[in-house]
């Protein structure tokens, strides 16, 4: 079977992996016999990056995705959250039941403000990056605040391997210094029932010309902070963006060992054409020897992010450390790929249909605009006509008058 050039381009907006393997999970995808969505979408973004409407119409999604410090833009954000929330649980039985909930990512605050509002006797806590390190407000209702913690707090520097030896930052500048600064857990072990992790890398963080590796930390960091705070049977709800990536796979084969059930839920208001989706991973069995193996890879692969490198600053994983959280070899053995298909195929379906959506508009206005002057003028004389006769047949419906002078005519 031939694999793909480790330069091949992904169609899949995700964390590029270098490593040659990586491709080998995406060429099974394409040769098993469900292919045709994955197959389909693979032919869309190379239409779309041939084309400079579709990169300005990008360009202008992540825009209005940086405008953060604008309250306006918190509300329609928060807004849109909700309704999506609200969409998923309503279409997949209502599972969002609880009556202690963590929300990782929170703000501005839509799914907190449906978690509240859909289980009246609950309570949370929600942890967000601050707003001077280019976070969101917080535009939770203010009948809704009493019942919910907001703690403001940069979760890639909570302290997550308290047992694991850290760097001695006196001898580091300010700045530096400030990035290795860590925090304890924010919350007892174990004690919430549900969590919700959608955090997501902010492009306009103070940090990212320091750290180029955040976004595997960020997802790195959220993942160990959700087993952490789950109970014994609890639902954890985390969002990724694409099952292929080894990272994203090895993570999803993980949970499937730990949880007793695993399912992938597509927010067709939010993100549909970045591939996004929700890991549904239900009753996760705490204490196991698969969560306790879980829990020490996670720990070993954020100890290197924040304290490995030739400077003790912190660098990427390897590959080889990956398989701290799930061997590549078991990833691509029939089961783990299966895995991956069934809880990919639903967002396939939906990252299809939204990528088709905007090119399908743009070839629309493309050929509108390029219509001859001739046939212009043609469709606005029918239009013309239409609406008059539209007018005169009220005209007659309102005054017999008008009526019978128009018969006479």
């Known amino acids: 079977m031939t694999r793909f050039a480790p330069d091949s381009e992904s169609p899949f907006l995700a964390t590029v992996d270098v490593d040659p393997r990586a491709q080998w999970l995406r060429e099974d995808l394409m040769e098993r016999e469900d292919r045709e969505t994955i197959r389909r979408l693979d032919e869309i973004p190379a239409v779309g990056r041939s084309s400079p409407e579709a990169d300005n119409y990008s360009d202008g999604q992540r825009s209005n995705a940086d405008r953060v410090m604008q309250k306006h833009i918190d509300i329609d954000w928060a807004k849109a959250m909700y309704d999506s929330l609200r969409y998923m649980d309503l279409a997949n039985n209502r599972f969002v039941r609880t009556e202690r909930f963590l929300d990782i990512g929170c703000n501005p605050g839509g799914y907190s403000t449906y978690i509240l509002r859909a289980c009246p006797s609950s309570s949370g806590m929600g942890i967000t990056l601050p707003v001077e390190d280019s ?18 707090i940069d979760l890639t520097l909570i302290d997550l ?148 490198g030739a400077r003790g600053l912190g660098r990427d ?55 001859p002057a001739c046939s212009s003028i043609y469709i606005d004389i029918c239009l013309f006509g239409i609406i008059l006769s539209a007018c005169t047949i009220c005209l007659c419906a309102a005054s017999p008058s008008y009526g019978s002078l128009f018969k006479l005519c």
């Open 135 to 152: 976070g969101h407000g917080c535009v939770i209702p203010s009948a809704l605040r009493p019942r919910i913690d907001i703690r403001e």
């Open 161 to 308: 391997g308290p047992n694991l030896p850290t760097l001695d930052v006196s001898r580091i500048t300010r700045r530096h210094a400030l990035a290795l600064h860590l925090v304890p857990l924010p919350f007892r072990r174990h004690e919430f029932d549900l969590v919700v992790c959608d955090a997501h890398r902010s492009r306009l963080h103070p940090d990212n010309d320091i750290s180029t590796r955040n976004r595997n930390r960020l997802l790195i960091s959220q993942v160990l902070l959700a087993l952490r705070a789950v109970n014994g049977g609890g639902t954890i709800f985390l969002g990724l963006s694409c099952t292929e990536p080894a990272l994203s796979a090895r993570i999803l084969i993980a949970f499937t060992r730990i949880a007793e059930s695993t399912r992938s839920l597509t927010p067709r208001l939010l993100h549909a054409s970045r591939g996004s989706f929700y890991l549904l991973a239900r009753d996760i069995r705490v204490g196991t020897p698969a969560y306790r193996r879980f829990v020490a890879g996670l720990e070993g692969l954020w100890h290197n992010m924040a304290f490995s």
């Open 317 to 371: 994983v390897t590959w080889a450390e990956q398989n701290l959280i799930t061997a590549w070899d078991e990833v691509m053995a029939p089961v783990g790929v299966d895995h991956i298909s069934r809880l990919g195929r639903p967002m396939w379906e939906v990252q299809h249909g939204a990528l088709l959506k905007p090119l399908t508009e743009l070839r629309l206005n493309s050929s509108y605009n390029k219509r």
